[in-house]
């Protein structure tokens, strides 16, 4: 008996007959017997930072699967919401903010008639993409009016912005960006000492995430 819904309870009857001329005549049914046609719950589903702005899932492959859905954690829903169907073990959910804990679930389901049938979701995984701060900052001067600032690099980062001021508890203003992990920043007042913070930043949907 082929196409049923997974997880659901059977319950058959099985009776003889005889054809007497074009009738069927037919023994008393035997006693009723049942079987649930078994879907079983993705298992072995681990969530890894990809990049600073993504999330690799993988997971166990399910017997008799036509595919997976992967949910993720809506806050602002209060509910999962899927993001992908997949006929693969694996997922990377990209252009994600950076440094937001990020969880999902992930169901197999079988398609019947036209229509998803679903396991039960496995336990939630979460991970969360990470953007590292700046490290190894200097500034030093380069000439009478232009101040040469260096840093290391930050993994999976779409560039860097330089934030200057007056006084370091001041109000840190953008004096500009780049890709590289240096910048000159130029115009300045002879002998007037100025102080500078870096952010690394990856852009997300056209928002720029520190």
Avoid at 67 to 81: H, P
């Amino acid at each position: 008996n082929t196409n049923l819904v997974p997880n659901i309870e059977y319950t058959y009857e099985v009776a003889t007959y005889r054809t007497v001329g074009s009738e069927r005549v037919y023994s008393t049914p035997c006693a009723p017997v049942s079987a649930t046609p078994y879907f079983g719950p993705v298992t072995n589903v681990k969530a890894a930072v990809a990049s600073s702005s993504s999330v690799k899932l993988t997971w166990s492959s399910v017997s008799g699967a036509s595919g997976y859905e992967v949910r993720r954690w809506d806050a602002a829903a209060s509910k999962y919401v899927v993001v992908a169907s997949t006929t693969r073990t694996y997922y990377t959910n990209t252009s994600l903010p950076p440094n937001v804990s990020c969880t999902y679930q992930v169901a197999a389901y079988r398609t019947v008639n036209g229509v998803r049938c679903y396991s039960t979701p496995c336990t939630p995984v979460s991970a969360t993409p990470t953007l590292g701060g700046v490290t190894n900052a200097a500034a030093s001067r380069y000439n009478s009016t232009k101040i040469k600032l260096t840093w290391s690099a930050v993994s999976g980062r779409s560039g860097y912005e330089i934030f200057r001021s007056a006084t370091p508890d001041g109000t840190f203003v953008s004096v500009g960006t780049t890709t590289s992990t240096y910048y000159y920043n130029g115009g300045l007042t002879t002998g007037t000492p100025y102080y500078y913070i870096v952010k690394a930043y990856v852009t997300v949907g056209g928002v720029r995430y520190y």
